[in-house]
């Protein structure tokens, strides 16, 4: 059976909706960095499990949830609505493509979202559920036609001899018409309340003018919030991080994350929040095979309460 079946006509989510709508304006505030919200990803196999998760994290002090749905395995994609109504701490979603998952560490279940249009048809759903929002890569809509091209990251500001170099900077799309889709899918996601994180997670190393260059495009887009984890080899490639993210905080007017992603990253992830991040990004605990540069909870709570008693 399909797993985009209709919701019935007797389902009520107007209590997971009306959280929903409670808990949507209060997390983001561009103008107080340091009301910053510890946003808990869920990479849980099964509802029961990923309900269990969000609530031991909530007691640890997570105060929203990024919901990895093409992980879960289901049989109507309404069994995901007892997930909203489970938890009273806010909870959006994240659809990721299959290549994507093995960073999760364990054996998802394959996904059921083939196409572009399908993942983001189950972003709206889990709004129908109460979903306060969605995290969409920036390439959302352009895989359906191939490689990201360097042409046109080029053509859209990126040096052609940086790019010549190391290549595309990969999970973000300057097609005309994939970033058409974008803002109609944008569009839908803000009519049913919902907010949007543009997000990436490049292919390689970025600087700080190519940092500026995807936040104003996701701003541009209709986004709510960038979030770029930038895939890095160096020392160097960590310290040009810092330096994006006090450009970021005095040029873009949305929220924004940074983080570096690779090994030995957890020191400058915990100093680019201080920095002026909107998030920290957190996980409830270590899984075999996981991504372990991630800090947990109990790592960043003394940070969290520090900026907040500051």
Not at 4 to 14: C, R, V
């Amino acid at each position: 059976m399909s797993s985009l079946s209709t919701i019935s006509g007797k389902a009520d989510f107007s209590e997971a909706i009306a959280r929903r709508d409670r808990f949507t304006k209060p997390l983001f505030d561009a103008a107080n960095p340091f009301a910053a919200k510890l946003v808990c990803d869920i990479t849980d196999n099964t509802v029961e499990s990923a309900i269990a998760t969000m609530r031991r994290a909530a007691f640890k002090g997570a105060d929203v949830f990024n919901l990895n749905v093409s992980l879960i395995g289901y049989e109507k994609l309404e069994e995901l609505s007892r997930i909203f109504d489970g938890v009273k701490m806010p909870v959006f979603t994240a659809v990721r493509r299959a290549s994507f998952l093995p960073v999760y560490g364990g054996t998802p279940f394959p996904p059921r979202q083939q196409t572009e249009a399908e993942r983001v048809d189950v972003h709206l759903r889990c709004l129908d559920f109460g979903s306060v929002g969605v995290d969409m890569e920036l390439d959302t809509f352009h895989t359906d036609k191939g490689s990201v091209s360097l042409a046109n990251e080029i053509a859209a500001g990126v040096d052609q001899e940086r790019a010549s170099v190391l290549g595309p900077i990969g999970d973000v799309s300057f097609d005309d018409d994939a970033i058409g889709q974008q803002k109609e899918a944008i569009r839908q996601i803000k009519s049913r309340g919902g907010f949007v994180i543009m997000s990436t997670h490049t292919a390689r190393p970025i600087n700080t003018s190519e940092v500026l260059l995807i936040a104003r495009s996701a701003a541009e887009r209709g986004a709510d919030y960038v979030k770029m984890v930038v895939r890095t080899r160096s020392q160097e490639d960590q310290d040009e991080l810092v330096r994006a993210s006090l450009a970021l905080r005095k040029e873009i007017s949305i929220p924004f994350i940074l983080m570096p992603m690779g090994r030995h990253t957890v020191a400058t992830r915990l100093t680019l929040f201080t920095l002026g991040a909107g998030w920290a990004i957190t996980q409830a605990e270590f899984v075999p095979g996981g991504f372990h540069q991630q800090p947990l909870i109990e790592t960043w709570l003394p940070i969290i309460r520090a900026l907040r008693a500051s």
